[in-house]
């Protein structure tokens, strides 16, 4: 029963096999809307829905971290630095990805062309890789400011404009390689819109989206969670020489929801696309129905809209009075 399903859903063309993309009838993701043949309409109406809500919340949220900064000149202080630089990314992910996105879904397929794919999935990656490893010095960061391992070190301009400038390097070195022939930038899942090709396989494709996997993901989670499990360690180790003071022990408390916070908007974030990627790339002709195959990718978009930590992550600097080596 489960192999007849399978076959009715790739002569529908609801199943993209690890080859490639089944067409059976389906107009090409640049010609013609994909309904029904991919997916009802309706579920394309729903997800322009959503890109809609995330262009105008993510617009609002990442729009007000800048301007804020800016108007403030305290804010203006360089372990602020990378918030804005996380904005930033922000920003250009809601404009290359998710507007576009909206205008696609609308339309049930990708209205500008082969060339504005290859390109919306360079930037969606490039900036949203950003917006990945910013989180990751901004963990750095402060585990440097407020655990002292090099003693005391002083945090200057230069030191966040290097932090902010490596996450821009980092990631141009990973995303530029498909626009070169390593993998490639493809419509994927609905055809609404474009990421790396992790579907197609071979050894090409794989290779890339192993490395990929590695530098982008695993890497910078691995550097979130040193920083702040000795982030933790430091201010426990405050808290109990000064457990009479109140204000450490609410210092303590606030960065740990602020670490359990940041730690856990990464995961949801960037682990459902990363994961759905890798087990696609390294198993052989598995069935993925394209709205299953979407939802990973729309959901790393909505990050962009969601960046409650970066307000409580602000309160890190004033908690670096309190470390042992003050």
């Known amino acids: 029963h489960?192999?007849?399903?399978?076959?009715?859903?790739k002569k529908k063309g609801r199943i993209f096999t690890k080859s490639a993309p089944v067409q059976h009838g389906t107009p090409s993701a640049f010609d013609?809307?994909?309904?029904?043949?991919?997916?009802?309409?309706?579920?394309?109406?729903?997800?322009?829905?959503?890109?809609?809500i995330v262009v105008f919340s993510a617009s609002f949220v990442n729009g007000l971290v800048i301007v804020v900064s800016i108007r403030y000149k305290k804010l203006r202080s360089p372990l602020n630095y990378i918030l804005v630089n996380l904005?930033?990314?922000?920003?250009?992910?809601?404009?290359?990805?998710?507007?576009?996105?909206?205008?696609?879904?609308i339309n049930g397929?990708?209205?500008?062309?082969?060339r504005v794919c290859k390109f919306e999935g360079f930037m969606v990656s490039l900036t949203g890789i950003v917006g990945l490893w910013s989180l990751a010095i901004l963990a750095?960061?402060?585990?440097?400011?407020?655990?002292?391992?090099?003693?005391?070190?002083?945090?200057?301009?230069?030191?966040?404009?290097?932090?902010?400038?490596?996450?821009?390097?980092?990631?141009?070195?990973?995303?530029?390689?498909p626009m070169l022939g390593w993998s490639s930038y493809v419509p994927e899942g609905l055809r609404t819109?474009?990421?790396?090709?992790?579907?197609?396989?071979?050894?090409?494709?794989?290779?890339?989206?192993?490395?990929?996997?590695?530098?982008?993901?695993?890497?910078?989670?691995?550097?979130?969670l040193f920083s702040y499990t000795n982030l933790l360690m430091t201010l426990r180790t405050v808290a109990a020489q000064q457990k009479e003071s109140e204000t450490t022990q609410r210092a303590e408390r606030e960065v740990t929801r602020m670490v359990i916070a940041m730690v856990i908007a990464f995961l949801i974030c960037w682990?459902?696309?990363?994961?759905?990627?890798?087990?696609?790339?390294?198993?052989?002709?598995?069935?993925?129905?394209?709205?299953?195959?979407?939802?990973?990718?729309y959901f790393s978009k909505t990050a962009t809209s969601n960046r409650k930590p970066e307000a409580e992550a602000c309160v890190l600097p004033s908690c670096a009075s309190s470390s042992p080596s003050s």
């Not at 396989?201 to 794989?206: H, K």
């Open 140 to 177: 750095f960061e402060r585990y440097i400011v407020i655990c002292k391992p090099m003693g005391d070190f002083r945090f200057h301009r230069k030191h966040a404009v290097m932090g902010c400038a490596f996450t821009w390097i980092w990631s141009l070195l990973w995303t530029t390689p």
């Open 87 to 105: 904005a930033v990314a922000d920003l250009l992910v809601t404009f290359f990805g998710s507007t576009i996105s909206f205008s696609n879904n």
């Open 109 to 114: 397929f990708f209205v500008l062309g082969k």
């Open 193 to 224: 819109s474009c990421g790396p090709n992790w579907y197609t396989g071979g050894s090409n494709n794989n290779s890339y989206i192993l490395t990929l996997f590695i530098t982008c993901f695993i890497i910078p989670l691995s550097l979130i």
């Open 2 to 9: 489960i192999l007849s399903f399978q076959s009715y859903l």
């Open 271 to 297: 682990l459902p696309y990363s994961t759905f990627a890798m087990v696609v790339a390294t198993n052989n002709n598995i069935p993925i129905q394209p709205t299953l195959a979407s939802l990973p990718s």
């Open 32 to 52: 013609g809307p994909q309904w029904p043949h991919l997916a009802p309409r309706s579920i394309y109406t729903s997800v322009a829905v959503l890109m809609g």
